[in-house]
């Protein structure tokens, strides 16, 4: 079986569902609204199918999971190197590849690999039965994987991008160390959580002894839409977010603002094709917020909540205009408003392509809900894309009263792997 | 035969493997890897999808389509030395034997039922130019390798008997702070052999069993009972007095008698030694990483490098038999034996002691756990390579 290079998968491939026997009758409930534009299972040989089965190529010049049309889920994962050794490295990235290439094409790890009865099977076996279900796999690269308190532990220090490192302190920021960066990180993302969690626990196992986890985050509820297929879903706040998003429909302003060119760091020409990955933990204070009234809320935000539209008037995708004033001459869109700091006219015209999840992690210790937004935005250029911005919305946005940012990282997303032979940061390593 | 797979998939490893597959049918076959030998074991046949295969790894995937419980064998083509085997394959069930087979001629058998000679056929494993140094290991690398093992577990388990005699000597006579050096390390000898005397379900309990462990209405008794009480809460605890003190020591001398006793006719298999290894990490990582198994004394980390100098001393009677089927794992263990060692050791105090658990911090112990990880995980495919 070859794994899917182009839109659907080959023929006669076989999903882990199929390999069991089971017909795929089971996946008719689910339509396919909602993800538009890619191709999924079998057609033609298989009734309609659901979004279960939906496959994306895992080979491309571009690293699937960034444009891909956002999955309903996440699980993102950040990894310490533990080894020194440069070469232990490069295989971990090789079987890592391997692995991903099984696992987006919907079958097991290992799968074509009998094993012993005496030794633990090659997968952990709690996606069998199950379809690819939209997997996608992005794998990126921190700052400290090229240089940790002062060492050079791969020889990559001359490759690092000048634009690779840590997130500056924002104003009101408090993170937590053990939620904070890392030298590599994996977002999984999925229609159906099992087959997200699957793949991290798969990939971080084939991983111990070269990297351990540091931190992981679920996510549900995508929080973006990054196609113009798909409906913008709502945040924890209970507005919809991610309005303005950049999709990938927007094919030139994706290349302005999402992919590295080979140009733009000469030290990381490595990095074309490839992206940043900023990702931020945002708890919300979830309590004071649903008690806050919907004049303040709608006034925070700059839009209102049932539909999205800005306070200025018109419907969702209305541009907002900020000059509409109101009784005693004051903009309808208060200065100060969300919608208003992020807005492309505040930032020197930047788009920003967001990716992010909602996220629950059950309660704290004073029983409130531990619970966000795990922001995921890929920028070109995060000096320029992300931190400005960034430090505006902590020093001005009102709305940060609801807000604290708890878990941090950026990362090098190199591009995608381009042959069967190749791996991921096959263009850092040779 | 519509599903036969051509045999040279068998033998590939992952990756290469994916460009053999194409000849699958899409027929559904059942979870685990493909690019196997197909074997029906049915009432009265035993149907192979091909009679040969290239040397190396062979993959059967034997599926019982009859009513009863059935076999699979290959023997050498003395019909009489076992090459491989599965057993206890119960009715519509599939299971993989994967043997490392050199060039030459062999005798497959299904036994519908477990009786009789089975439903024999010749099978031929041709020369693939491959892995020509397929040796097996010979029976006496085993017997030195099982007796060995026989003859530490005895060792550890005597002077267990020496050393819980002097500490509940010292525990009995009032000498607490004795006591409490004695303690951790005459537990080394039990945590050395932990899988083995486990594995007797009568004195486990007796004499290992953790406060958190006990049942409604179960007594408490062992190593942890003594533990408490010579380590005690600092309030709402009443001390023992010398009579129950004698009860609860006389009570842990007599059953480590008991174990010692019956270690001396137990004979090991090597894939029991194989996963007794992997056990005793196990342990590590279940009660000794978060500081549960000691947690008055906070001796955790004598625990720790007892489990894993018992499973080292495992690895290394093994050691002759890995390097034959899997050299390259048998490297990635020791190596990893090693740095886990190399970090324990930053925990020692003089020549036998250990920091107490409870001064280690949460991003150590995330340290040594990764350390932990780093071995386990080659250390669990251990058995599988070495009965391969």
């Known amino acids: ?430 | 035969m519509n599903r036969l797979i051509t045999a040279a998939c068998t033998v590939f490893l992952l990756g290469i493997a994916s460009a053999c597959s194409v000849t699958e049918s899409n027929e559904p076959t059942a979870e685990g890897g493909s690019g196997a030998i197909r074997v029906e074991s049915s009432a009265d046949e035993c149907a192979l999808t091909a009679a040969e295969a290239p040397s190396g790894n062979v993959a059967f995937k034997v599926k019982n389509t009859g009513s009863e419980v059935t076999e699979f064998y290959l023997y050498a083509e003395d019909g009489l030395r076992i090459v491989g085997e599965i057993e206890n394959v119960g009715p519509g069930l599939s299971r993989d034997l994967v043997v490392r087979a050199a060039p030459g001629t062999y005798v497959t058998s299904c036994r519908p039922g477990m009786t009789g000679k089975g439903i024999r056929s010749e099978f031929k494993v041709t020369d693939s130019g491959k892995d020509a140094k397929i040796t097996g290991v010979d029976q006496a690398t085993i017997d030195t390798a099982t007796s060995q093992y026989a003859a530490y577990v005895k060792d550890q388990a005597s002077q267990l008997v020496d050393q819980t005699m002097a500490f509940t000597a010292a525990y009995k006579d009032g000498q607490d702070d004795e006591a409490r050096k004695l303690f951790p390390l005459a537990r080394g000898y039990w945590e050395r052999i932990e899988t083995v005397a486990e594995s007797f379900g009568d004195l486990d309990p007796k004499m290992d069993l953790r406060e958190a462990d006990l049942e409604e209405g179960q007594e408490w008794t062992g190593w942890h009972r003594i533990e408490k009480d010579l380590w005690p809460p600092a309030s709402g605890y009443k001390q023992l007095s010398p009579a129950e003190r004698a009860t609860y020591a006389d009570d842990l001398l007599s059953n480590t008698n008991i174990l010692d006793e019956r270690v001396q006719t137990l004979e090991y298999t090597v894939d029991q030694i194989g996963n007794g290894s992997k056990g005793l990490l196990d342990e590590v990582a279940a009660g000794k990483i978060t500081g549960e198994e000691d947690i008055w004394s906070h001796t955790d980390l004598y625990d720790f490098q007892a489990n894993v100098d018992g499973a080292r001393v495992a690895y290394e009677g093994l050691k002759p038999l890995l390097e034959v089927k899997d050299a390259a794992l048998s490297t990635q263990i020791e190596s990893a034996f090693d740095a886990l060692q190399v970090l324990l050791d930053k925990y020692k105090v003089g020549e036998e002691d250990f920091v107490f658990y409870d001064k280690v911090t949460e991003p150590q112990r995330k340290e040594l756990s990764d350390a932990v990880n780093a071995l386990a995980e080659p250390l669990s495919k251990m058995t599988g390579a070495i009965t391969l």
Not at chain 1, 304 to 321: H, I, K, N, V, Y
């Open chain 1, 1 to 430: 079986m070859t794994a899917p290079s182009s839109d659907s998968p080959a023929k006669g491939s076989l999903s882990r569902r199929r390999l069991l026997g089971a017909a795929g009758a089971g996946a008719l409930a689910v339509g396919a609204a909602g993800v538009g534009g890619y191709a999924y299972g079998n057609e033609g040989e298989d009734p309609p199918q659901g979004i279960d089965q939906a496959t994306y190529p895992f080979h491309g010049r571009h690293q699937s999971g960034i444009t891909t049309p956002a999955q309903d889920r996440l699980h993102f994962a950040a990894f310490d190197v533990t080894t020194e050794s440069r070469e232990a490295l490069v295989l971990l990235l090789r079987s890592w590849t391997e692995a991903a290439r099984e696992m987006t094409a919907g079958r097991s790890v290992g799968q074509f690999t009998a094993l012993p009865y005496d030794a633990p099977p090659a997968d952990t076996g709690e996606a069998l039965g199950l379809n690819a279900s939209g997997l996608t796999l992005t794998f990126g690269f921190g700052p400290s994987l090229f240089e940790k308190d002062g060492k050079d532990r791969f020889g990559l220090r001359g490759k690092q991008p000048e634009l690779l490192r840590e997130l500056p302190h924002f104003p009101a920021d408090n993170l937590d160390a053990g939620r904070s960066n890392g030298d590599l990180c994996i977002q999984a993302c999925a229609h159906d959580p099992q087959v997200a969690v699957h793949a991290v626990r798969n990939l971080a196992r084939l991983g111990f002894g070269t990297v351990a986890m540091r931190w992981a985050q679920l996510g549900f509820g995508r929080t973006s839409s990054t196609s113009n297929a798909q409906a913008t879903m709502r945040n924890l706040l209970g507005f919809k977010d991610g309005t303005a998003n950049l999709k990938s429909e927007d094919r030139e302003e994706v290349d302005e603002f999402v992919w590295v060119h080979e140009d733009d760091d000469e030290n990381a020409a490595w990095l074309a094709e490839g992206s940043y990955l900023v990702a931020r933990r945002i708890n919300m204070r979830i309590e004071p917020w649903d008690r806050t009234s919907l004049r303040e809320q709608e006034q925070l935000v700059g839009r209102d909540r049932q539909q999205g539209a800005p306070l200025s008037g018109g419907t969702e995708f209305t541009e907002p205009d900020f000059e509409v004033t109101g009784r005693e001459g004051l903009p309808l869109i208060p200065v100060d408003a969300h919608v208003r700091l992020a807005h492309p006219t505040t930032n020197k015209g930047v788009k920003l392509l967001r990716r992010g999840y909602n996220f629950t992690d059950g309660t704290n210790t004073l029983g409130r809900l531990d619970a966000g937004l795990f922001f995921i935005a890929f920028v070109r250029n995060p000096e320029e894309h992300y931190i400005p911005m960034q430090t505006r919305l902590s020093g001005q946005d009102p709305l940060m009263e609801y807000l604290q940012h708890t878990g941090s990282g950026l990362f090098a997303v190199p591009p995608g792997v381009r042959s069967k032979s190749g791996f991921i940061g096959e263009t850092l390593f040779s």
